[in-house]
């Protein structure tokens, strides 16, 4: 589609257009002619024949109008005719009206998901660079790139037209950090040209971007059908997205955004008729969703009745709607609306109607003129409509002047068409119309636009969103340029925004202003639009204005719950106190409204609208506004799902994708896909399932002719089926033979490719059918095949061909000559000569590689072949090539281990920074001969041309290639073509992997920081592949966080902190960990603070004007190190001034001078580092400022401190002398005089030397240890000694002293230097891991460094490397070497060097890995699940896989009839088995299985010979008669009999599957174990009657199905019931089993007659009968069973029919034999809690006798009585007891005894009475009234006991069961009860005395006695 110059221009020029986002917009065609230019306003698919397809804004041309509904039409571009529906074409105007409303609606609607914080402020939207049109040819790539920008970052959304484009792979969208947004057509197609939008939103408003794609013709044939899912056009890229991907309500933005708003096609034409007839009025429209339609007339709703007719139909998305007036009245005539509305928008659109009566009326304009404004050259077409009776006369006026143009009269239309204006046809048009009544006219004004360069409206300067209070006031400010002047537009709520007196527009053609005063939240609320338009274009920037109110509450809550069916309009209403915009919440997640939910807001009232509920929208709804909130639970009926659209034939070629495809009215429910009554299941590759909402889909992938069939689509119980049918494709040949050319003695190969690999192919020879042999074979790979003639001879030469099916392809061999010199024998060379292979490393600028350069087999005996290394010392990752030698290619072509091929390996360095070269050297024995380097067909067989990258070089008869900057592209085949001979190699480049390594050395190990500050810490690393990276802090594993960053970069990781606080400090450990291993490395974060106060001064010497002050340094630098100190000073008479001395300190020693004589001074002293200065130091006490009196010998204030360096270093020696009568004296008579002497002790001589001393005889007198030196590092000052050694050597180790002499005498102080450099390597890292072949040379070198020197040790796993004739170590004064100068695979480990000294050890590890090809799999093959077709073949991996990871096993058969072995399969190297499959039965094979590694393939395992002949074989069928049990209306439980052979393999299962009798597809109802042969079918219809199947399946497979041919019905006959349920083991003792079942789900139709209990012990197979139950009875014991035995136990019900399935147990273990358990343990511990109360307190038994405990029974006996009663019974887990109401003064014995299932136990008893002592209380008495249900004279009835307790809450009494023939209250813990009374049965009353006042007491009555008590 192409738009001209004036397409853009009423896109953007038309006043109207600004405005017809507004809802309401009429949208319509003017009349329609033949020729006439028209666009598609959606995309549509053809559906019936000789219809076209259309792509929303595709240009057509209109050929045929004849029929109302379809119009023949003309594409534009391709020039494609055909019929298109009338309702979606639109004319150019009303296209441009439609594309604009519908775009500015889209991006209304565009959600934003970001909002800037409220400390940062928001920018609106603004194009800095804006969208350029493109002109392109058909099948290019373009590019649309624009630039914006706005806080917060906007969103980009890109449309083509109205449609929101998605991301794919044929459009790309990018959105860079330079907010340059770019859209990539990877290919463009016709249907892709026309409007393309950039839109940037963000929450400050929008802004947009339009230009036009145009594509130019010639067109290409890019698009053709050839390909079943290619992109034809947007819409299909859509489509085939959508298909590909599914579709949900919310799953895309385009999903949420995509849909029409109602647009009429055309504006329907004003009717005139006669009164009385009948009369139609229709309109057409396109909406997406369904609009509602509403007629009105003069402004009332129009529905049917009386004489009038309203009718709505619907095609997809394309709506008619008609009005029928039958005998129309003259009343009836008038103006007519059609309003439609859906969640897009709204649209209208009027019809006038005259009713003529027949009387006379003056002329009436129907349908007036249009003004328009067009660009020269654009054809203007004004058209009006006017009646009257009798028929007025028209006439013509341009600018009141008689129109000299033709003009046209049809009926009662009148129109005239100005063919190329110009601008000076600028005028007004006016139509006058006149008869003998009256006068009518019509004006327009027609503007005709001069062409000129112009700039469209751009805005500069953007307002941003705004919330004013209410009655406040706000301003909207905007700036624009453009040319002409841009006109600008207000909108709000995208209705006009009209001045007032309270909004105020004001524009000076630059500058926009829109103010509004007393801002109203009922009116002012709402997005606000500001639209400027010129001719060349528009722009349009918007923003909300939000009012806000203080206090919103809800008038109008939800209803608190709704109940509403599937498919049906739900409405939820609300109102509002004030107009405010409220959120809507479904389940807690904010609803958008975008969606098939309708959020509406009118005024006060909120509406949330879903016109089709489905089960997906039930859940609870929410509105909020502010804090408050109303809910509403809504709750959806499901419908029963139904098809829509059932299944239609379907007609595919073979290899094509097959897509079947139904509709359902449920988007939740699922179906089941069957082919031939068999249900598919997905497996992801070849069928594919997919539900896109309503729609269900079954995708057949790569058909072929197995794939026809019927196939069934069940939805429950209804299904439709259709048929699928396969065009068969012939078999073709994709790759044709190729002529060749080879020398005498080479081997040829012919290679083709099929298009199916059991294709039949037949190989000829000059036309005769070729037999295959040794000389000439045949290799089959799948669909290639290969025709190899070994040692080709002169008589081989001829025309070879091959023919499948009609298609064959032919070509030519030539066998040539030798022209080269004889033959000459290869033999093994050493290193020094041309070997065999070697190869060149000068290091690539990559990563770890493995080379592999694999030799040829194909080589001419007078030649020979080889990689040459160069001996270039400088490269680390140089190797030595392999000792083996190439000899001819074998006799020998069927076995592969002679076929394989030589393979060296160089590892390349992946730290340097060099290129990878190798170089391929051949040498001829005979003259200089012409010759080229080529490659294989991997490179199209190109010759190579000497390059910068490709080297040739020849010396004499060696010819050499050297390829530079090797990367992965150069792994291909080499050759080497002289004349009519060829050599080639193959190069493979292999990564290595390595584990994360790093660098250590560049570790910044500290890392330093001040509080609140940032900080980044980083590690460099190398690894491949990239590590995965773990911190942790003090052990403790870092989370990501906003404020700790983890980040991990190709050669970094890092770790980003902000703000640190104290918490954060600590070791950081990072972790890096891939496949191959993991590093680590620990880092310390300190953070810095100020330094901690210096110690106090102390004085060292005073003058009458100076003193000499010296202090300790602060215990802590703060982390920091201290930078200087201050020292400040007072004087008695000012005490609050400091001083500070002006000079930087920085030393611990200093000398203030200018001090006053004999005044007293106090001292302090400040520490300062990077952060800032510590507390300052206690002061001094005051010190008068004198000379000392008397002299005083030295003292040494600050020692000498030893150091330890290493070699070449600066130290430096210090020391303070001091006189400590100074520093303790106010007062200091004079100043000493001091010199110094400094000795130094060395271990093999001594020195003195004296720096200063007071004269020349202390300068040259010897000290104790050493003599004097002098040097000019040696230093005095300010009382401090210094002797700095600038560079350190070996022989500044020694002991140093320093003495200070004067006249009262001396001080020393000594320290040690020691000097000593911890042990380091170096080592190129190129070697550290090598993999290398066997025979080649394995050398490496280390140099390390240390003082004293180190010693050095080698390692090979955890022995020590000693140095063999094999394994050669070489250690000099810095170096070591390890040599292996031929290697062998047992050399393969890890090396290891240690080099250590006094000062540290330093290592280092080598990888060194041998390879090799592997050797043979381990035999034999083992061959097993020999069948008619296929055979399993297992082997062992192969003892030695050469130091390699094995790739792959080849598998290869040979038919020993043929001899000609062909390949099976290539299989993963942790498989060791295979299927091999298509064989023929009764046939002899043979197999061989063959590993392979990078470097090579092994020798082959062949087989033993195999004949191809089933040994096992599926089941035979189930056996009747097929039982039916438990028959209800909707089950019934089938059973069968076992399969009379199980084929020889065990049966795994049975399949039940069902079917109704008028359906298809069989449903699986399950599947049992085969030891089940019965299943319950459920879920039956009622009255449909089903067909049953049955199938037994083994390893083989399923068995043909049992399937009777009589079909059940559910519920029509009488049957054995079901089986009891929930059959379960209730008790296991040590000798008896209870079980507990639940009654059958059915009887079968008739009452129970009661159940059978059969047991079966677990070593046999017999089942015993029990006992046979009432029906009543669903519990039984089955006693006397043998201990520690294991049994089954089954139940069945019974009818008068028979016995049902029987429901069985699992197995069941018996209990153990069990004895009474052990007594309860002593001490019993009885104590008193009160009056008449004691608590007894006991341990655990011992032993349980074998039997799990029950409880404790109590027993008490007043020693008085001879008697025990027994008191209480409590649980296991209860071990003390309350018994109260004893006898006062009585004395108790107690016993306690432990039950089990067996018994009690022996008794725990107390070993003395107990006395209860008699409290001094009250008493009253109670009496005891037996209640009404106590038993009479006829209960077997023998006494009545009475016990008391207290403590009972009476409330308890209130609760008791009056049915039950026992009470009992006893808590068992706290309380018993004690034996008060026996009485006879006939007495009803009981007194007691003696009882306690203002106590409680309960009784209880047990009138059987004699079963309590034994």
Same mark, same amino acid.
């Given at each position: ?372 404004? /067009?660009? #020269?050259?654009?054809? =203007?077409? *004004?058209?009006?409509?006017?009646? +009257? !009776? &009798?028929? $007025?006369?028209? %006439?013509? @006026? ?69 919330? /004013?209070? #209410?009655?406040?006031? =706000?301003? *909207?400010?905007?700036?624009?340029? +453009? !040319? &002409?002047? $841009?006109?600008? %537009?207000? @909108? ?77 309009? *739900? ?1340």
């Amino acid at each position: 589609m192409i738009f001209n110059t004036s397409v853009i221009n009423k896109f953007n020029k038309i006043k109207e257009v600004s405005l017809s986002i507004t809802k309401g917009t009429e949208v319509f065609r003017e009349e329609v002619q033949e020729g006439d230019v028209l666009f598609s306003v959606t995309s549509y698919d053809a559906e019936i024949e000789d219809a076209i397809d259309l792509v929303e804004g595709e240009r057509v041309y209109v050929l045929e109008t004849h029929n109302t509904e379809w119009w023949y039409v003309k594409k534009h571009l391709t020039e494609e005719k055909g019929w298109a529906p009338v309702q979606l074409l639109l004319d150019e105007n009303s296209y441009m009206l439609y594309v604009q409303k519908k775009l500015h609606e889209k991006i209304d609607k565009l959600p934003v998901f970001e909002k800037p914080p409220p400390d940062e402020k928001s920018a609106a939207p603004r194009f800095v660079e804006k969208l350029q049109p493109k002109h392109t040819p058909d099948g290019t790539t373009v590019q649309f790139e624009c630039q914006v920008e706005g806080n917060p970052r906007p969103l980009i959304t890109w449309f083509r037209q109205t449609a929101i484009i998605l991301p794919s792979q044929d459009f790309q969208m990018y959105y860079d950090e330079d907010n340059v947004a770019t859209l990539i057509i990877k290919e463009v197609f016709p249907e892709d040209a026309g409007l393309f939008t950039c839109v940037a939103k963000n929450s400050s408003g929008f802004a947009s971007s339009t230009t036009e794609l145009s594509v130019e013709a010639p067109l290409s044939d890019h698009g053709s059908d050839a390909t079943v899912l290619s992109r034809k056009s947007l819409s299909r890229s859509r489509s085939f997205k959508r298909l590909i991907c599914g579709h949900t309500r919310e799953s895309s933005l385009a999903d949420i955004l995509e849909g029409i708003p109602p647009t009429f096609s055309r504006k329907p034409k004003a009717r005139c008729v006669d009164e009385g007839t009948d009369v139609e009025l229709e309109c057409r429209l396109v909406a997406v969703p369904e609009p509602d339609i509403t007629w009105y007339q003069s402004g009332e709703e129009l529905t049917t009745g009386k004489n009038v007719v309203v009718i709505t139909d619907s095609d997809m998305h394309m709506y008619t709607s008609i009005v029928r007036i039958s005998k129309v009245k003259r009343t009836q005539e008038g103006k007519y609306e059609v309003v439609a509305r859906n969640r897009e928008g709204e649209a209208s659109v009027q019809i006038t109607l005259k009713v003529r009566t027949g009387e006379k009326e003056p002329p009436q304009i129907l349908e007036p003129l249009k003004s328009v404004i /067009v660009r #020269e050259g654009d054809s =203007v077409r *004004l058209s009006t409509l006017i009646v +009257g !009776n &009798p028929s $007025p006369k028209i %006439t013509w @006026l341009k600018d009141g002047k008689p129109l000299k143009v033709p003009t046209k009269t049809e009926g009662d239309t009148h129109t005239v068409i100005l063919l190329h204006p110009v601008p000076g046809d600028t005028a007004e048009y006016t139509v006058t119309a006149k008869n003998e009544v009256g006068t009518a006219k019509t004006t327009a004004t027609v503007v005709v636009e001069e062409l000129q360069s112009l700039e469209p409206p751009m805005f500069v300067e953007r307002f941003q969103e705004e919330k /004013v209070p #209410e009655k406040g006031t =706000v301003q *909207l400010v905007a700036k624009v340029t +453009g !040319n &002409p002047i $841009p006109e600008i %537009t207000w @909108l709000r709520n995208n209705e006009p925004l009209e001045p007032s007196e309270t909004v105020t527009q004001t524009y000076d053609g630059e500058n926009i202003v829109l103010e509004i005063k007393g801002v109203d939240s009922e009116v002012d609320a709402g997005d606000y639009k500001c639209v400027a338009s010129n001719p060349v274009g528009k722009a349009s920037h918007g923003a909300r204005v939000t009012v806000d109110v203080d206090k919103v509450k809800f008038t109008k809550k939800l209803q608190p719950r709704i109940e509403v069916d599937d498919k049906s309009l *739900l409405s939820l209403e609300c109102e509002t106190s004030h107009t405010v915009s409220t959120k809507w919440y479904h389940n807690d997640k904010e609803l958008s409204g975008m969606d098939h939910r309708i959020v509406i807001q009118e005024g006060r009232t909120h509406r949330l609208v879903i016109k089709r509920t489905t089960p997906l929208d039930a859940g609870k709804y929410r509105c909020t506004v502010k804090n408050q909130s109303t809910e509403s639970t809504v709750s959806v009926s499901e419908s029963k799902p139904e098809f829509v659209r059932k299944l239609q034939d379907f007609e595919v070629k073979e290899r094509e994708c097959a897509i079947l495809e139904v509709e359902i009215s449920s988007e939740i429910a699922d179906v089941t896909w069957h082919k031939d009554g068999e249900q598919l299941k997905e497996d992801g590759e070849k069928v594919v399932f997919e539900k896109q909402g309503n729609v269900r889909k079954l995708l057949l992938r790569g058909t072929s002719v197995h794939d026809e069939g019927e196939y069934t689509c069940a939805l429950e119980d209804q299904e439709c089926t259709a048929e699928v049918t396969v065009v068969e494709l012939p078999p073709e040949i994709i790759t044709k033979m190729q002529d060749l050319t080879v020398a005498k003695g080479e081997k040829a190969t012919f290679e083709i490719e099929l298009t199916k690999g059991d294709a039949l192919v037949r190989w000829f020879k000059d036309k005769k059918e070729l037999q295959f042999s040794e000389h000439v074979q045949l290799s089959i790979d799948g669909k290639r095949q290969k025709l190899k003639v070994y040692n080709s001879e002169l008589e081989d030469t001829g025309e070879y061909s091959c023919q499948v099916g009609e298609q064959t392809s032919t070509a030519k061999l030539t066998v040539e000559g030798r022209i080269c010199g004889g033959p000459k024998p290869i033999a093994p060379r050493p290193p020094s000569k041309s070997g065999p292979v070697r190869l060149t490393v000068e290091l690539p600028m990559f990563q770890n590689l493995l080379w592999t350069l694999l030799q040829g087999c194909q080589m001419s005996l007078s030649f020979h072949c080889t990689l040459m290394q160069h001996s270039l010392s400088n490269f680390p990752g140089q190797t030595s090539r392999s000792s083996g030698s190439m000899a001819p290619e074998s006799s020998n072509h069927t076995d592969p281990s002679q076929q394989a091929t030589d393979v060296d390996t160089v590892k390349l360095n992946s730290s340097s920074l060099a290129s990878a070269t190798f170089a391929l050297r051949v040498e001829f024995f005979c003259c200089f001969l012409p010759f080229n380097f080529g490659q294989s067909e991997r490179k199209k067989g190109k010759e190579l041309k000497p390059s910068n990258r490709h080297i040739i070089t020849e010396d004499g008869t060696v010819r050499k290639l050297i390829i530079k900057k090797v990367t992965l592209d150069d792994q291909t085949d080499y050759s080497c073509v002289a004349i009519n001979v060829k050599t080639s190699s193959k190069l493979k480049v292999e990564i290595i992997e390595t584990a994360p390594k790093i660098n250590i050395e560049a570790l910044q190990k500290v890392y330093k920081v001040n509080k609140g500050d940032d900080v980044n810490i980083s590690v460099k690393y190398s690894s491949t592949p990239s590590p995965t990276d773990e911190w942790s802090v003090n052990g403790k594993v870092i989370k990501k966080s906003k404020r700790i960053i983890p980040a991990l970069t190709e050669e970094s990781a890092s770790l980003t902190i902000k703000k640190v606080e104290d918490n954060d400090v600590g070791t950081y450990t990072i972790r890096l960990k891939n496949n191959c291993g993991e590093a680590s490395a620990e880092l310390t974060l300190i953070i810095m603070e100020a330094p901690s106060q210096p110690g106090s001064p102390e004085v060292i010497e005073v003058t009458d004007i100076t003193i000499t002050l010296h202090w300790k340094t602060p215990e802590s630098d703060g982390n920091s190190p201290i930078t200087n100190y201050i020292l400040e000073y007072h004087d008695r008479e000012d005490v609050f001034t400091w001083i500070k001395v002006s000079e930087r300190i920085l030393e611990t020693t200093h000398k203030v001078t200018s001090l006053d004589h004999n005044m007293e001074y106090m001292f302090r002293v400040t520490a300062v580092n990077d952060v800032g200065p510590s507390p300052p130091s206690h002061p001094t006490r005051y010190i008068k400022i004198t000379s000392p009196v008397s002299m005083e010998p030295p003292t040494i204030q600050e020692p000498l401190k030893g150091v330890v360096c290493g070699l070449k270093k600066s130290i430096t020696l210090s020391c303070v002398v001091g006189d400590p009568s100074i520093s303790m004296m106010c007062r200091v008579a004079r100043v000493n005089k001091v010199s110094l002497n400094c000795t130094c002790n060395f271990s093999s001589f001594r020195i003195t030397l004296m720096p200063v001393c007071k004269n020349e005889t202390e300068r040259n007198r010897r000290l104790t240890d050493g003599r004097t030196f002098k040097n000019k590092y040696m230093t005095y000052e300010n009382r401090v000694a210094k002797y700095t050694i600038t560079e350190t050597t070996e022989t500044s180790s020694g002991t140093y002293t320093c003495q200070a002499t004067n006249d009262a005498g001396y001080a020393e102080t000594t320290a040690t230097v020691k000097i000593q450099e911890p042990p380091k390597i170096e080592v190129d890292e190129g070697v550290s891991t090598q993999k290398l072949r066997v025979t080649n040379q394995w050398k490496v070198e280390v140099k390390f460094t240390g003082y004293p020197k180190p010693t050095v040790k080698w390692t090979k796993g955890s022995k020590e490397l000693p140095s063999t004739k094999h394994c050669s170590v070489y250690i000099d004064e810095s170096s070591s070497t390890v040599a292996i100068y031929s290697l062998k695979k047992e050399d393969t480990g890890i090396y290891n060097i240690t080099v250590q000294n006094e000062a540290g050890s330093a290592s280092y590890e080598f990888n060194l890995r041998v390879i090799d090809k592997p050797s043979k799999p381990e035999g034999p093959i083992v061959v097993k699940d020999i069948r008619k077709d296929t055979v399993t073949i297992e082997w062992k991996p192969p003892a030695d896989d050469g130091g390699l990871e094995l790739s792959k096993y080849s598998v290869e058969k040979c038919e020993l009839e043929k001899m000609v072995w062909m390949k099976v399969a290539d299989v993963e190297k942790d498989v060791s088995s295979y299927c091999v499959q298509k064989l023929r039965e009764d046939a002899e094979y043979m197999f061989r299985v063959i590993a392979e590694n990078p470097v090579g393939s092994s020798e082959a395992l062949e087989s033993d010979t195999v004949t191809i002949r089933s040994k096992y074989d599926r089941p035979s069928p189930p056996r009747g008669p097929l039982d039916v049990s438990g028959m209800t209306d909707t089950s019934f439980t089938i059973t069968w009999q076992p399969p009379e052979t199980d084929g020889g393999s065990p049966i795994l299962e049975y399949i039940v599957e069902r079917r109704e009798v008028n359906k298809k597809a069989w449903q699986k109802v399950g599947s049992t174990t085969v030891d089940v042969t019965h299943i319950e079918v459920s879920s039956l219809k009622v009255n449909i009657s089903y067909h049953l199947r049955v199938t037994a399946r083994n390893d083989v497979g399923p068995s043909v199905p049992y399937a009777p041919e009589e079909p059940i019905t559910a519920g029509k006959r009488i049957s054995a019931p079901s089986s009891p349920t929930n059959l379960t083991v209730v008790d296991v003792t040590s000798k008896s089993v209870t079980i507990q079942w639940g009654p059958p789900t059915s009887t079968g139709g008739t009452e129970l007659t009661g159940y059978i209990v059969e047991k079966r012990q677990s070593s046999s197979n017999k089942w015993t009968k029990v006992v046979t139950l009432e029906p009543s009875v669903t519990q039984h014991c089955i006693a006397n069973l043998k201990e520690k035995s294991e049994w089954f136990f089954r139940v069945s019900a019974e009818n008068s029919i028979g016995l049902s399935p029987p429901a069985s147990t699992e197995l069941v273990s018996l209990k153990t034999h069990a004895t009474v358990p052990s007594p309860p343990t002593a001490p019993l511990e009885i104590r008193s809690i009160g009056p008449n109360s004691i608590i007894i307190e006991w341990g655990i038994p011992e032993s349980d006798g074998g039997a799990p405990l029950e409880g404790y029974t109590i027993a008490i006996r007043d020693i008085r009585k001879t008697m025990w009663m027994e008191v209480g019974r409590v649980k296991v887990g209860v071990q003390k007891l309350t018994i109260k109401d004893l006898q006062e003064n009585h004395e108790y014995l107690i016993r306690i005894y432990a039950r089990n299932e067996v018994g009690a136990s022996e008794a725990l008893e107390s070993e003395e009475p107990f006395k209860v002592l008699r409290p001094t209380v009250g008493y009253s008495v109670l009496r005891v009234v037996f209640p009404k249900w106590f038993p009479t004279n006829s209960l077997n009835v023998c006494a009545t006991d009475v016990f008391v307790c207290t403590d009972m809450e009476q409330q308890e009494v209130e609760k008791m069961d009056t049915t039950a023939p026992t009470l009992s209250f006893s808590t068992e813990t706290t309380t018993s009860w004690m034996r008060e009374a026996g009485m006879d049965a006939d007495i009803r009353s009981y007194a007691r005395g003696c009882l306690l006042r203002r106590d409680e007491y309960f009784f209880r009555i047990w009138y059987y006695a004699r079963q309590l008590f034994k």
